[in-house]
């Protein structure tokens, strides 16, 4: 009889248990899994928790101001803000090949944290947000990409460099059950219930090589799509949903004149698993309106177009 107030009661003794008195870093996200964990740790062990956020610029519009408002500012969650955006776009300079991009996101992530981690020399347990599904993915068969999203999503290779002790609070847990566990550790709904967003961001919905300006583009377009969203209440009836930048100009009119602009797709899907997945009917008037404020708000894109691809064969990311 499983039953979510015990539940959270045994996880904060055990990991309270396991840690003792020692210090642990965790890599904070703002994704579901490394949120419940820094709720759960701050909870079990509050300022024993140093969490390590890293703006690597390929993130959501206001990503990290939310991320620090909730951990740090709300809940009091010690959080070193990094901002490497310059390191992870000059490494991403000239580079368009999309598998080519997810290691060099993921390698420079684990040297931004591991730096981080050594300026904290009392650290003796890295904290991952693995859950019960990645355990099963990395134990059986795993394809390229499953690997990659493996790779950079729990950070491999940190332990054995940095020397410490691994703590998985979430890895007997299924998503939804994740969810459940941060609602009863108090976290916003709308942080527990979003969409999953994939290790390397915006560097994989920027199609080609990633520009500071584009992702800049993407952002708001992105945040304009999500709002509309939410508005027409479609939020929670799509599975994923996010704008993908095209680095294709096509020529538009504006007032008296021509203008030679770039493309923003919408893509939007339901799927239980992510194996497969169907592209979400949303209503013409929602994409119509998504597609007015995007074209009048954002100056540089002047076409969206809706990506009506089921999965197979297309992915739901494009790259
Ligand atoms: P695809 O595009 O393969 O995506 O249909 C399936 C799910 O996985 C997410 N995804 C990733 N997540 N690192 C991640 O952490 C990655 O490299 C990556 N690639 C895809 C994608 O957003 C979708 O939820």
Redesign the pocket.
Same mark, same amino acid.
């Given at each position: 009889d499983w039953n979510m107030p015990n539940y959270v009661e045994e996880a904060i003794a055990k990991v309270r248990e396991q840690v003792g008195q020692e210090e642990v870093i965790l890599g904070l996200s703002g994704g579901v899994d490394s949120s419940v964990v820094a709720a759960l740790l701050h909870r079990a062990i509050g300022d024993q928790l140093t969490c390590v956020f890293v703006d690597n610029g390929l993130l959501r519009l206001n990503e990290g101001a939310q991320v620090m408002d909730t951990f740090a500012r709300n809940l009091g969650v010690k959080v070193i803000h990094v901002d490497a955006v310059g390191q992870f776009m000059g490494h991403l300079k000239g580079v368009s090949d999309p598998e080519q991009k997810?290691k060099i996101i993921g390698r420079e992530f684990v040297e931004v944290f591991q730096a981080e981690a050594q300026k904290l020399p009392n650290a003796k347990w890295l904290a991952q947000g693995t859950i019960y599904p990645d355990v099963i993915e990395s134990a059986g068969g795993k394809t390229k #990409?499953a690997h $990659? @999203?493996k790779s950079?999503?729990n950070v491999g290779g940190l332990p054995e460099t940095l020397n410490l002790k691994l703590l998985e609070p979430l890895r007997e847990l299924f998503k939804d059950e994740v969810r459940e566990f941060g609602v009863a550790l108090g976290l916003p709904h709308e942080m527990v219930y979003r969409h =999953? !967003? =994939?290790? =390397?961001g915006l560097g994989?919905r920027i199609l080609g090589e990633v520009k500071q300006e584009f992702a800049d583009l993407l952002r708001r377009a992105d945040a304009i799509f999500i709002d509309e969203l939410r508005a027409a209440d479609w939020y929670d009836k799509t599975s994923?949903a996010f704008a993908v930048f095209l680095p294709v100009k096509s020529v538009g009119v504006m007032g008296d004149g021509r203008t030679y602009e770039y493309v923003v797709a919408l893509r939007a899907v339901q799927t239980s698993d !992510?194996m497969t $997945?169907k592209w979400a009917e949303l209503p013409h008037e929602l994409l119509g309106r998504v597609s007015n404020r995007i074209i009048n708000e954002v100056r540089g894109i002047n076409r969206v177009v809706y990506d009506i691809s089921g #999965?197979p064969p297309a992915? @739901?990311?494009w790259e």
């Open positions: 997810r #990409k $990659a @999203i950079h999503h =999953p !967003f =994939p290790g =390397p994989v994923q !992510f $997945a #999965k992915t @739901i990311e």
